[in-house]
């Protein structure tokens, strides 16, 4: 069974599944005509990630279709809201009424490596000394969600999104907004962890 770990609660249907080698994932079966062209030249990784996700679908809302506007997937027909996650061998999806958005991220030092590309200041202050990777990975997970609900091309991780102090031992309401001059919105976010992984929601 690839279903892996069930994150669902009273907003959002939200499926987490494990890639088993085993499974078939027959993209003949699986993926929309409309989509054929657009993964023609994926790596076999990549498409099954995408097929993973098909999958989950299939199993909760048979008959509905993940399409495409450039690159943010939405769903037909369209009465519920969607947000796509993968890092093999894990595949996730979320379906809401409202808007959510979730992201999967594995705990890698590399991160420190690009820190400057979305820490702000504010946000550098309450990562605890000696717990930076799994800090730096929460904050950037957070915003990679925050991105999924509210997205432009001209917008700043670094300056337009931000992430509030919260502690690694309980973080759960994790406060978190999208600003500039003109928007202020807030959200709040949950962050589960398993194996050498994060799994963020914000709704």
């Not at 997205?151 to 509030?164: D, G, I, M, T």
């Amino acid at each position: 069974m690839p279903l892996y770990r069930d994150f669902s609660d009273h907003n959002a249907t939200i499926l987490l599944w494990k890639y088993d080698e085993p499974e078939e994932l027959d993209a003949e079966k699986l993926l929309e005509e409309e989509n054929f062209e657009k993964v023609k030249d994926y790596h076999p990784v990549k498409l099954k990630e995408i097929l993973l996700v098909r999958k989950i679908l299939q199993t909760v809302l048979p008959g509905y279709k993940i399409l495409y506007d450039g690159r943010i997937p939405y769903l037909e027909p369209r009465h519920f809201e969607i947000s796509i996650t993968h890092s093999f061998p894990y595949a996730a999806l979320a379906i809401a009424k409202e808007n959510i958005g979730i992201d999967i991220e594995p705990f890698n030092d590399k991160i420190a490596r690009i820190q400057h590309k979305f820490l702000n200041e504010n946000e550098s202050k309450f990562i605890e000394k000696g717990r930076e990777v799994p800090y730096l990975t929460v904050i950037w997970s957070v915003k990679e969600s925050l991105y999924k609900i509210h997205h432009s091309k001209y917008w700043s991780l670094k300056k337009h999104y931000e992430v509030k102090p919260f502690r690694l031992d309980f973080p759960y309401n994790i406060l978190c907004r999208v600003h500039d001059e003109n928007v202020s919105d807030l959200f709040k976010a949950r962050v589960e962890f398993f194996e050498n992984y994060c799994f963020t929601i914000v709704d």
